[in-house]
């Protein structure tokens, strides 16, 4: 890959894949460093990486980044979490609806959380989004099924409650 078809490819990818990395983390900031990181990793590896398969390198690498990002961050919240209940500042949570369905979202586990965005959010077709996430589209249309069945459950749960 030449510097060129290096500029073509952020140009041609740099929105969805920070719209999939804001939506997948919840955080603006993140978002940005991992959109930055895979950009930096494609340059470093921009003579490994073909320029056809660009979209699914890019895609595949925010995935692996985000998901060890999430596991990381993860363990550091709860962390706080515990020191503030420890404390007894803990207050609970206060949800609107679109809070509550971003919520629902958040704890798919990774996989159904990227097809669900990747598909419902970003418009992927099922083999595009089978290249990024190394999966069959039957895996994918499995998983895309699963994540709607588990938000739908959520919902109704929340529904139920009020």
């Known amino acids: 890959m030449k510097r060129r078809e290096y500029n073509n490819a952020i140009n041609d990818h740099s929105d969805h894949l920070f719209g999939y990395a804001i939506k997948f983390l919840r955080n603006r900031e993140d978002a940005k460093d991992i959109v930055q990181d895979v950009f930096e990793k494609l ?26 990002h999430s596991n990381k961050k993860g363990r550091m919240h709860l962390s706080d979490e ?53 999966l069959s589209d039957s895996q994918v249309k499995v998983y895309l099924f699963r994540a709607r069945k ?4 959520q919902l109704k749960g929340m529904v139920e409650l009020v």
């Not at 398969?53 to 998901?67: C, E, G, L, P």
């Open 82 to 134: 515990m020191k503030n209940y420890e404390k007894g500042t803990l207050v609970p949570n206060k949800f609107e609806s679109n809070q509550v369905v971003e919520r629902a979202v958040s704890i798919l586990p990774p996989v159904q959380k990227s097809v669900i965005l990747l598909r419902d959010l970003e418009g992927y077709s099922y083999k595009e989004i089978g290249d990024i996430l190394n």
């Open 150 to 153: 588990k938000i739908k459950k």
């Open 43 to 68: 340059w470093i590896n921009r003579k490994k990486v073909e320029v056809a398969k660009v979209k699914s390198w890019i895609f595949t690498t925010a995935h692996n980044s985000m998901i060890n």
